[in-house]
C-alpha cells in the first residue's frame, strides 16, 4: 500500500511515447513523516499517522497536530505496511502507470439556487410568466409528507466545499528530485488545496 500527502498545483499536458496527450495534474508531494503506528492490541484498528509540512523545529514535541500543519491517518487493514514512527516517504514510492485514488476538498461556491446547485431547468419563459426563470417551483404538497417541506428536497443552499474522492487515476509521471507527481485528470480543489494520494 502506497500514500502521501500533497499540494495540488497546475494542470498540464504530457505527452506519451506512443504520441497521445494526457491532461493531467501537478502534485507536489511529500515528503511526510510517519508520526505513529496503531495496532488492533492497543488502538482497535491497524492505521499508518503520518504528518506534512513541519511547522515546528522542536524535537521533544509530542503532539503530531503541534509538530505538522497537516496531519492524517492511512487504514491498513490487511495490508502489510513495513514503516516505523520517524520513516520519511516521497513521491519515488509511486511509480509511472500506478493506479491511484485522490481525496480532497473540492472549491467553494457559497449559497447557490437550485438551477447551479442541481441543474434544474427553471420555470416558463413565455405565456405571462415573470421572473420565474431559475425559480424552484413547488416544494411541498397537500398529501405528500402531510404538507410539511420532505426531507432532503433539494433546494437552494451552499454549494462545494465537499470531502471528494476521485478513484481510478493513473500516474503519468514522477520528479523525485522536485517532489512532484503528476496524475492523469482533474482533482478536486483550487491551487494549493491538500490532497491525499493512495493506492488502489
Same mark, same amino acid.
Given at each position: 500500500?502506497?500514500?502521501?500527502?500533497?499540494?495540488?498545483?497546475?494542470?498540464?499536458?504530457? $505527452?506519451?511515447?506512443?504520441?497521445?496527450?494526457?491532461?493531467?495534474?501537478?502534485?507536489?508531494?511529500?515528503?511526510?513523516?510517519?508520526?505513529?503506528?496503531?495496532?488492533?492490541?492497543?488502538?482497535? !484498528?491497524? %492505521?499508518?499517522?503520518?504528518?506534512?509540512?513541519?511547522?515546528?523545529?522542536?524535537?521533544?514535541?509530542?503532539?503530531?497536530? /503541534?509538530? !505538522?500543519?497537516?496531519?492524517?491517518?492511512?487504514?491498513?487493514?490487511?495490508?502489510?505496511?513495513?514503516?516505523?514512527?520517524?520513516?520519511?516517504?516521497? +513521491?519515488?514510492?509511486?511509480?509511472?502507470?500506478?493506479? +491511484?485514488?485522490?481525496?480532497?476538498?473540492?472549491?467553494?461556491?457559497? $449559497?447557490?439556487?437550485?438551477? /447551479?446547485?442541481?441543474? $434544474?431547468?427553471?420555470?416558463?419563459?413565455?405565456?405571462?410568466?415573470?421572473?420565474?426563470?431559475?425559480?424552484? &417551483?413547488?416544494?411541498?404538497?397537500?398529501?405528500?409528507?402531510?404538507?410539511? +417541506?420532505?426531507? &432532503?428536497?433539494?433546494? %437552494?443552499?451552499?454549494?462545494? =466545499?465537499?470531502?471528494?474522492?476521485?478513484?481510478?487515476?493513473?500516474?503519468?509521471?514522477?520528479?523525485?528530485?522536485?517532489?512532484?507527481?503528476?496524475?492523469?485528470? %482533474?482533482?478536486?480543489?483550487?491551487?494549493?488545496?491538500?490532497?491525499?494520494? /493512495? =493506492?488502489?
Amino acid at each position: 500500500m502506497k500514500f502521501i500527502l500533497g499540494k495540488k498545483l497546475n494542470m498540464t499536458q504530457v $505527452f506519451t511515447e506512443d504520441g497521445s496527450v494526457h491532461v493531467a495534474t501537478v502534485v507536489q508531494a511529500g515528503p511526510v513523516v510517519v508520526t505513529q503506528v496503531k495496532g488492533k492490541e492497543k488502538d482497535g !484498528y491497524e %492505521a499508518i499517522q503520518i504528518g506534512f509540512m513541519a511547522k515546528s523545529k522542536n524535537e521533544t514535541e509530542k503532539a503530531a497536530h /503541534k509538530r !505538522y500543519a497537516h496531519v492524517q491517518e492511512f487504514r491498513t487493514e490487511g495490508e502489510k505496511v513495513d514503516l516505523k514512527v520517524g520513516d520519511s516517504i516521497d +513521491v519515488s514510492t509511486f511509480a509511472v502507470n500506478d493506479t +491511484v485514488e485522490v481525496t480532497g476538498i473540492s472549491k467553494g461556491k457559497g $449559497f447557490q439556487g437550485v438551477v /447551479k446547485r442541481h441543474d $434544474f431547468r427553471g420555470g416558463q419563459r413565455t405565456h405571462g410568466q415573470k421572473h420565474s426563470e431559475r425559480e424552484p &417551483g413547488a416544494i411541498g404538497g397537500r398529501g405528500r409528507a402531510g404538507g410539511r +417541506v420532505s426531507k &432532503g428536497i433539494r433546494m %437552494a443552499g451552499r454549494m462545494g =466545499s465537499d470531502r471528494v474522492t476521485v478513484k481510478n487515476l493513473k500516474v503519468l509521471q514522477i520528479d523525485p528530485a522536485g517532489g512532484f507527481i503528476l496524475i492523469e485528470g %482533474a482533482l478536486p480543489g483550487h491551487r494549493g488545496t491538500l490532497v491525499s494520494v /493512495k =493506492s488502489e
